[in-house]
C-alpha cells in the first residue's frame, strides 16, 4: 500500500502512521496458547476482495472499506453503497482462499474479511485476539478501530483488545494482504504457492490482569539432570511469588519475579528421564502466578556439536529426515488441522524418520507439538529464501521479528533441535551480514539450539568443498544438491566427492527428482516413478561415502504447488519431487528410502 502512493501528502501521512505502527513496542505474544482456554473465532467470514486497495481510503484508522462499516445497507436516494460485508460471500477460516475459491486461485493482493462475534469480558482480565498466521500482512480493526498490524505470513501474532470490545456484540475485520514485494520475506520468488488469507486458527485469549507470557524449562547445558529456566509474568510487581510443578519428578519450586517480571529457575532433576526418538518421553508442568495457571508438556534432552559429530543427550546421532512443505494432504492449500499433521508427519515416521525439516516457513505449532510426541527432531526454519532485499533495513527487521516469533512461539518443544536461518540464498557480502544478524539474534533469544541454514552446493568437476562464508555463523551446515537432476545423470552421481574444511556436521538438506504418480517407464525417462527411485539409490551410494555428514532430509515428502511448475499432464501446477503424491499416493522411491533408512536404525 505505502509502495503504491509514496508521491503524494495524503500518503506520506499513512506512511508514517504505518511506519509507527511498525517500529512500535514488540506486542505481546502469548506462548502455549494451545493449553490455554481460548473462544474460538474460526469458521465463515464474509470475505471483499479489493485489488485496487479502495478500501484504505483517507483514513487508515476507519478503513472498514471506506467507512462503509459491516451493516450498512443501501436506502434508494441514501449514501452510495458499492461494499456490504453481510451481504457478501464467506471464506472458511482458518485456510488460504486460493484453494477455497477458484476465483482466487491466483489473487495476490488485498482482501478484507468481517465477521460479528460475541463476549462478556470478565472484569480486571485482559483480552487478546490470537492469529495463528495471516499470509502476508494483516490489519485489524474491531468495532472499526484499528486495533494491530503483523507483518510475516506463517507466525503468530496477538492483538489485545481490553477496553475495545464492548459486552455484547462486536465485529472484527482483517484486511490482509499477500501481495509479493522485493523488500518482503519471502520476496518475489518462491518455489511454492503463495496461499493468502487467514491461514491458521484465530481466538480470543483472556488472560488475568498479571499473566505468564513467556517462559522457559530446559536442561542446563552440559547436564543431563539439572534444569533451568525462567517465567516472565506481565504486570507483576517485583518480589512475586512464581511456583513450578512437575508432579512425575515429585518437584515443587517456588520463585520470585525481578523487576522485569522475571523469575529464575535453577534446580536438580536426579530422576529425569531424557527426551529421544526412542523415548520422547513429556513432562506435564504447571505453572502458578499470582491468579494465573499455565500447563505445559515438555521433554528434556540436550542437542550440541563436538567437532564434526551432533550429539543428542551426549550420544553421536545422525538425523534419518525428510523435507516438507506446510500442504494439506489430499486437499492442497495451506496445511493447519491436527488430521493434516497427523497424516504428513505419520508418513515421516512410517519412513523411519527421526527428523524432519519443516521448509521453509514456521510451520503450524500442532506440527511440533506432535513431533514432541511421536520423537520426531524439527529444523525449523525462516523464510528469508532466494535473493532477499539483503541492503533494506526493514527487510532486516521483518527477518528478525519472523525469527523471534518462531523462537518464542517453539522454543519449548524438545523436538525443535536447530534454528533455520536461510534458503540458498545468494553468496555476497550484504547477504552474509544480513543473515549473521539472524545467528546473533537467534543464539541471543535461544542459546540452547543450533543454527543451521541450507546453502546451494557449488561442485567443481566432480568436488564440492563446502567453505560458504555463512558456515562461519553456523553450527551444522546444510547444503542443497540436486546431482542426477539439475545436474549430471543419476549413473555419475556415486563419483562426485566432497570437502568439509570448516570440519563442522553437514546436513545434505535437499537432494532428490521429480516423478509423476503412476508414470512409470525405464529409469533413463524423467518424471517416471523409476528415475526417480534410481536417482535415490544413486545417492545413497554418494553420501553414504561421506564420513562427516550427520543428516539427510530429501526433498521432498509429499508434491505441493507451485507456479514455477507447469508442465501439462506431469507437474500441473505441482512441484513433483515429492515421495508422496498430492493424493497420498506413495511412489517407489518412497520404500526405497524406508528402507534406507530401517537398514540405518539395526
Ligand atoms: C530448491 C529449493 C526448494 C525447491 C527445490 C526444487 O533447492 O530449496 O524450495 O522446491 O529446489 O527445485 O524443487
Same mark, same amino acid.
Not at 474491531?142 to 477496553?163: K, R
Not at 547445558?221 to 504486570?235: A, C, F, I, P
Given at each position: 500500500m505505502v509502495r503504491m502512493c509514496r508521491r503524494s501528502a495524503l500518503c506520506l501521512a499513512l506512511f508514517s502512521a504505518f511506519a509507527f505502527l511498525a517500529t512500535a513496542q514488540q506486542p505481546t505474544l502469548l506462548v502455549d496458547i494451545d493449553h490455554r482456554a481460548q473462544t474460538s473465532l474460526d469458521g465463515p467470514w464474509h470475505y471483499i476482495p479489493d485489488p485496487y486497495r479502495e478500501g484504505w481510503g483517507s483514513n487508515p484508522d476507519h478503513a472498514s472499506l471506506n467507512g462503509y462499516v459491516k451493516n450498512a445497507h443501501y436506502v434508494p436516494g441514501g449514501p452510495l453503497l458499492q461494499y456490504d460485508f453481510a451481504r457478501s460471500p464467506t471464506l472458511d477460516?482458518?485456510?488460504?482462499?486460493?484453494?477455497?475459491?477458484?476465483?482466487?486461485?491466483? *489473487?495476490?493482493? =488485498?482482501l478484507w474479511y468481517q465477521r460479528d462475534f460475541t463476549? &462478556?469480558?470478565?472484569?480486571?482480565?485482559? =483480552?487478546?485476539?490470537?492469529?495463528? !498466521?495471516?499470509?502476508?500482512? !494483516?490489519? @485489524?480493526?474491531?468495532?472499526? /478501530?484499528?486495533?494491530?498490524?503483523?507483518?510475516?505470513?506463517?507466525?503468530?501474532?496477538?492483538?489485545?483488545?481490553?477496553?475495545?470490545?464492548?459486552?455484547?456484540d462486536n465485529f472484527i475485520v482483517a484486511a490482509v494482504d499477500n501481495q509479493r514485494t522485493v523488500d518482503r520475506v519471502p520476496t518475489i520468488k518462491s518455489d511454492w504457492w503463495n496461499y493468502g488469507g487467514i491461514t491458521r486458527p484465530v481466538s480470543l485469549?483472556?488472560?488475568?490482569?498479571? +499473566?505468564?507470557?513467556? *517462559?522457559?524449562?530446559?536442561?542446563?547445558?552440559?547436564?543431563?539432570?539439572? /534444569?533451568?529456566?525462567?517465567? &516472565?509474568?506481565? %504486570?507483576?510487581?517485583?518480589?512475586?511469588?512464581?511456583? /513450578?510443578?512437575?508432579?512425575?519428578?515429585h518437584i515443587e519450586k517456588d520463585a520470585v519475579t525481578d523487576t522485569n517480571g522475571r523469575a529464575e529457575f535453577s534446580f536438580p532433576a536426579?530422576?529425569?528421564?531424557?527426551?529421544?526418538?526412542?523415548?520422547?518421553?513429556?513432562?506435564?508442568?504447571? =505453572?502458578?502466578? %499470582?491468579?494465573?495457571?499455565?500447563?505445559?508438556? @515438555?521433554?528434556?534432552?540436550?542437542?550440541?556439536?563436538?567437532?564434526?559429530?551432533?550429539?543428542? $543427550?551426549?550420544?553421536?546421532?545422525?538425523?534419518?529426515? @525428510?523435507?516438507?512443505?506446510?500442504?494439506?494432504?489430499?486437499?492442497?492449500?495451506?496445511?493447519?488441522?491436527?488430521?493434516?499433521?497427523?497424516?504428513?508427519?505419520?508418513? !515421516?515416521?512410517?519412513? &523411519?524418520?527421526?527428523?524432519?525439516?519443516? !521448509?521453509?516457513?514456521? &510451520?503450524?505449532? $500442532?506440527? +511440533?507439538?506432535?513431533?514432541?510426541?511421536?520423537?520426531?527432531?524439527v529444523w525449523s526454519e525462516i523464510p528469508v529464501y532466494w535473493g532477499i532485499d539483503w541492503t533494506n533495513p526493514p527487510t532486516l527487521d521483518v527477518a528478525k521479528h519472523q525469527l523471534w516469533e518462531m523462537i518464542r512461539r517453539d522454543h519449548n518443544h524438545a523436538s525443535v533441535i536447530m534454528w533455520s536461518l536461510s534458503n540458498e540464498t545468494p553468496e555476497s557480502l550484504d547477504r552474509n551480514a544480513f543473515i549473521h544478524q539472524l545467528a546473533v539474534e537467534a543464539r541471543s533469544e535461544d542459546p540452547t539450539r543450533l543454527i543451521t541454514s541450507a546453502i546451494v552446493t557449488h561442485f567443481k568437476g566432480t568436488t564440492a568443498t563446502l567453505d560458504d562464508p555463512l558456515g562461519q555463523d553456523l553450527d551444522v551446515l546444510g547444503y542443497n544438491e540436486y546431482l542426477g537432476w539439475y545436474q549430471g545423470t543419476p549413473s555419475a552421481i556415486p563419483d562426485y566427492t566432497w570437502q568439509n574444511p570448516l570440519g563442522k556436521p553437514v546436513i545434505v538438506s535437499e537432494f532428490g527428482a521429480g516423478a509423476k504418480a503412476g508414470l512409470h517407464g525405464p529409469a533413463t525417462e524423467m518424471f517416471t516413478e523409476e528415475y526417480q527411485d534410481n536417482v535415490f539409490r544413486q545417492q545413497f551410494l554418494m553420501l553414504g561415502k561421506i564420513p562427516f555428514l550427520r543428516g539427510m532430509t530429501p526433498w521432498v515428502l509429499m508434491d505441493f504447488r507451485s507456479p514455477m511448475r507447469q508442465l501439462p499432464g506431469i507437474q500441473d501446477d505441482y512441484n513433483r519431487k %515429492?515421495?508422496?503424491?498430492?493424493?497420498?499416493?506413495?511412489?517407489k522411491a518412497f520404500f526405497t528410502l524406508q528402507d534406507y533408512y530401517a537398514k540405518m536404525q539395526k
Open positions: 477460516v482458518p485456510g488460504d482462499w486460493n484453494s477455497q475459491k477458484d476465483s482466487l486461485f491466483y *489473487y495476490e493482493g =488485498l463476549v &462478556h469480558p470478565t472484569p480486571h482480565t485482559h =483480552l487478546f485476539i490470537h492469529f495463528g !498466521a495471516v499470509n502476508y500482512a !494483516a490489519h @485489524i480493526f474491531v468495532n472499526d /478501530l484499528h486495533v494491530c498490524d503483523h507483518e510475516g505470513g506463517s507466525t503468530p501474532f496477538d492483538c489485545e483488545i481490553t477496553g475495545v470490545v464492548k459486552d455484547g485469549v483472556e488472560v488475568p490482569d498479571t +499473566y505468564i507470557d513467556d *517462559y522457559s524449562l530446559q536442561l542446563k547445558r552440559g547436564t543431563s539432570n539439572q /534444569l533451568e529456566g525462567y517465567v &516472565h509474568v506481565t %504486570g507483576a510487581a517485583a518480589g512475586a511469588h512464581v511456583t /513450578l510443578s512437575i508432579p512425575d519428578l536426579p530422576s529425569l528421564e531424557l527426551w529421544s526418538p526412542e523415548h520422547p518421553r513429556l513432562y506435564s508442568i504447571s =505453572l502458578h502466578a %499470582g491468579p494465573d495457571e499455565l500447563k505445559d508438556d @515438555i521433554g528434556f534432552r540436550t542437542i550440541e556439536v563436538q567437532g564434526d559429530q551432533i550429539l543428542l $543427550n551426549g550420544k553421536p546421532v545422525f538425523l534419518r529426515g @525428510i523435507s516438507y512443505h506446510d500442504e494439506a494432504p489430499f486437499r492442497s492449500g495451506r496445511s493447519w488441522s491436527d488430521k493434516d499433521a497427523e497424516t504428513l508427519l505419520g508418513w !515421516a515416521h512410517e519412513l &523411519h524418520c527421526n527428523f524432519v525439516r519443516m !521448509a521453509h516457513y514456521p &510451520h503450524t505449532e $500442532n506440527e +511440533y507439538r506432535l513431533a514432541d510426541k511421536l520423537g520426531l527432531m %515429492g515421495l508422496v503424491s498430492d493424493k497420498g499416493e506413495r511412489k
